[in-house]
């Protein structure tokens, strides 16, 4: 988590106007100040071997979101100098792939080390990070993974499950943002430009018979904003990360869900005069340092719905993204494209998109599925470890392409399927050749 704490010496630049921060002291502000790198400290003033995947994609997204937000074409870049391979790519899941309960996977390190150049093959590869925890800015979350890897990472190369909300901020004004710890939700939701967020400590703080058994402490208090939910109408709800009070914010939830006109503290006589709802994610479980799986926000999705049915005879209607949604991995794809097309001036995504993920019915069922649909136009290769949700003996409807014991496996499987394939098309030539001089 990023600190409020000042840099402890000026940010270093990284060229093209990215700035080098340091995972142990950059602040808020610094990480809202265009892009950068976050760097650990002994990195801060000489790049590693991992900079050059991660300035390029930093630089990428910012193209990216800025060809999509602004009229007419943009200038194309003059492709660089890069030592980074352009046929492949690799997206990881990371909590039970790359961490576990806030500590990395130990084979999570040398995987990062792997790529960044140190293998047999004399090549790196670029990879990116695609994660349903939400709560966290992509800037933060960088700062984290940072740390723990001992990595140098750019917030270009973070895809969270709340990412995509960022695109409805021209649609709803007054939203209620749901999850995470104290007001940091609503942080992310005014970073990516929403005009008014609501929390459900606003709603408690304003009427204290919200949640009977639900008292807020001093500190939550301070960051809650008393106001007039009689005349504020509610546009859309969001759950941008897991639940810290699965009791309160269900009931806040349904009363919003129940309401007339989406105006807290009525009741409708229809039961659908409700504002739309959203999940980031939907995941049923996920991996922490516990020995077994615990619940996430598909199972909070799963309970809110139920709760809805029970009270109105009603089905409440709901949209997910993240993974396994098809939106996610096409953001992605997206991502790898322009990334392609900046650094080597081609105008696709790499060959193949290795995923690695622990988790069947998300990263898997997600792979498989936008490889199959007809906007994927790469392979998705799908990668299976044993180290998070997924365990030995259990059987899924969503069989990966592989399966392997941890990260570091999946990376060698990934790169020696790729050295393979070149050696069967330079056979292949000098077969040709053979043939032709015969």
Not at 12 to 33: H, K, M, P
Request: hydrophobic content about 35%; aromatic content about 8%; overall charge negative.
């Amino acid at each position: 988590m990023a600190t409020d704490n000042a840099l402890s010496s000026p940010p270093a630049t990284a060229g093209a106007g990215i700035r080098r921060l340091s995972s142990t002291s950059t602040s808020f502000e610094d990480l809202s100040i265009g892009p950068s790198v976050i760097v650990p400290p002994e990195n801060l003033m000489r790049p590693s071997d991992a900079h050059e995947t991660a300035a390029q994609i930093e630089m990428a997204k910012h193209r990216l979101v800025e060809g999509e937000t602004r009229d007419g074409e943009i200038t194309p870049l003059t492709p660089p100098e890069t030592t980074v391979t352009d046929q492949y790519a690799f997206a990881f899941d990371i909590d039970g792939v790359l961490i576990r309960g806030g500590e990395p996977i130990p084979e999570a390190i040398q995987a990062m080390k792997v790529l960044n150049g140190q293998n047999e093959y004399g090549v790196k590869v670029p990879y990116i990070f695609l994660t349903n925890g939400g709560g966290k800015t992509e800037q933060e979350r960088c700062v984290d993974l940072s740390r723990q890897l001992e990595l140098e990472v750019s917030p270009g190369q973070f895809i969270c499950g709340h990412t995509p909300m960022g695109e409805m901020v021209e649609k709803y004004k007054t939203v209620l943002v749901v999850g995470g710890e104290g007001d940091k939700c609503r942080t992310v939701a005014e970073g990516y430009g929403f005009k008014d967020v609501i929390i459900p400590g606003d709603i408690i703080k304003s009427n204290e018979t919200t949640t009977p058994f639900r008292k807020l402490t001093d500190d939550e208090s301070n960051h809650c904003r008393i106001r007039n939910f009689d005349e504020t109408e509610i546009e859309a709800v969001l759950v941008f990360a897991d639940s810290r009070d699965w009791a309160g914010d269900q009931q806040i939830i349904l009363d919003i869900m129940m309401s007339k006109k989406s105006r807290l503290w009525t009741t409708s006589n229809t039961f659908d005069e409700g504002p739309p709802l959203f999940f980031a994610h939907n995941d049923l479980v996920w991996s922490t340092s516990h020995q077994s799986s615990r619940l996430g926000m598909g199972a909070f999705r799963n309970s809110v719905e139920a709760m809805f049915k029970r009270m109105t005879e009603k089905d409440l209607k709901s949209t997910a993204f993240g993974k396994p949604q098809i939106g996610t991995f096409q953001f992605a794809a997206k991502l790898l494209k322009q990334w392609r097309k900046d650094v080597h001036g081609i105008d696709a995504p790499p060959q193949t998109v290795y995923f690695v993920g622990d988790t069947p019915e998300s990263d898997i069922r997600g792979t498989n599925e936008f490889n199959e649909s007809k906007l994927s136009e790469n392979q998705w290769f799908s990668i299976l470890v044993r180290t998070g949700v997924f365990q030995e003996g259990t059987k899924s409807q969503f069989t990966p392409n592989a399966t392997v014991d941890n990260v570091l496996e999946a990376v060698k499987y990934g790169m020696k399927r790729e050295a393979d394939k070149i050696l069967k098309a330079k056979l292949r030539q000098l077969s040709i050749q053979q043939e032709a001089i015969s």
